[in-house]
């Protein structure tokens, strides 16, 4: 520069390692089973760190998606074309097996490995985590069906990403979508009006969908109404004779984030589908992908939280003002530990519960399962978008520049709280869930009591929750604040088991014990907080 020197602005956050240079992942992984993954985990978390994988992030977000409806000459072609990035980065989660190891190679630890690779991807970009998330998602709804597993399972394990758009038999690999939600109503999917017409050995259906991302999967989950009742059709984007099926691409949304992705609005012109369940079993069939989707919306707001927290950290400690770094005056310490605190205790949840996926023989952690998995979509979810917001503060004027990864971030934390079923839908779950049987309530009383006796505020808390359980059961205006607090309890009692004494006193404090304000940066003073912000810099 001719004018000055550039002076006290950080260095950029690239070429680091997303896994070894994050603790808390490091040992949230090991400690809910998926150990012997830490090699591959450091190998996938290098790579995102580079600075050629970020900027393809940037790029594949500059370069939106675009429709192409037609060909040059008019003929319909319904497809969407990407920018390179984005296929780069397709191709890096598929090859880590993000979509579809646990089901490729199942073994202990499986879900909890592939969480933790979801977890770093998702912090680089966060819009391939759709149509990956869906393809993971949709495997054990097409277990139901054989003939339709026997054929597409072993498309969908592979590790090659193909980005081409022609019948799936002629790729090397292949995405799952699923397209739920029409115009009069998404969370209601009872009011579907798609129409599914038996012909043949399928069906033809005929309607709309108002939200279908990832269009260019190679086929989809739908929900339509079938002669006996909703059923979930599994509709291919090309027929079995190689033609195009007749699924119209008719506007692709304009949303506030996830602009790397394309969310389209469709018209069925009786496009051809295979049925997978029984016919008037559609939403009990779709909702098994629903619990992995709902999982992968806490696992991705939890990606987003850690990304987030860590970008501030990393401006904290590099920038000062008043003669000293930003890290180490006294209010922006508190400041950084909060957000630390509640990325860490989402990312330790997340993988909690991903363990749960992973021992389904087990009738225990399957009720943890039913139970946690929409509390922890509610929870985490809901807390996404404040820490974005708080976070890039932290970094001054620069964080509210595209050029900075923090408008990104805070754009892409709402879609999670949203899709795969709203918060309030995930609390009125979790109240079904809990009157149901007894086999939820007491997973959640087993995991509080695993932790009794660490912590004398977690006690209290868990013993006020169990008040709560009984008095609030069944009483929908009250969900929120119930699952809430059970949240709470659920991440204080794996802080206190897992975490370092910091970390767990804060957060008992704060969030149980009600020492903590109403803004991120008002923790109780004590001792620890910069422990807690050390911890959680991705750099050292
Ligand atoms: C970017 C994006 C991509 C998407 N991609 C897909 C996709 O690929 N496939 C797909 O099928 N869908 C997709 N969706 C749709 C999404 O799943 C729905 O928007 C969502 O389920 C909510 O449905 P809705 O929009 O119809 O809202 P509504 O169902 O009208 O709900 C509106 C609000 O009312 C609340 N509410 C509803 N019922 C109750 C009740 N009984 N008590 C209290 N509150 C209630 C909800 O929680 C919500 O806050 C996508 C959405 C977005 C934003």
Redesign the pocket.
Known sequence: MATHEILNQPPPLTDYNLFSSDRALGEAARREGAGWADVALADFGARLGTAETIDWGFQANHNPPVLRAFDRYGHRQDMVEFHPAWHELMALGVGAGVHAAPWEEPKPGAHVARAAAAFMLVQIESGVQ?PIT?TYGSVPALRRQPEIAAEWLPRIFSRRYDKQFRPAREKTGALI????????????LRSNSTRAVPDGGGYRLTGH??????PMCDAFLV?AQAPGGLTCFFMPRWTPDGDLNAIRLQRL?D?L??KS?A?SEIELEGAWAQRIGDEGRGIPTIIEMGNYTRLDCAIGSAGIMRQAAAQAVHHAMHRSAFQRKLADQPLMTNVLADLALEAEAAMVLALRLARAYDRQDDPAETAFRRLVTPAAKYWICKRGPMLAAEAMEVLGGNGYVEESLMPRLYREAP?NS?????????C?DVLRALGRDGGAGEALRAELAAARGADARLDRFAAALESDLASSAGD?GAARRLVERMVLALQAALLVSGSPAPIADAFCASRLAGDWGHAFGTLPAAGGLRAIVDRASPTT
């Open positions: 759709c869906m979508g699923m397209a739920m939600t029409e115009k009069q109503g998404g969370s209601d969908k108002w939200f279908m991302s990832a929900l949304k949303k984030g996830n992705n969310s879609v949203i899709w795969e079923g709203s918060g309030n839908i995930m009125l929908e």
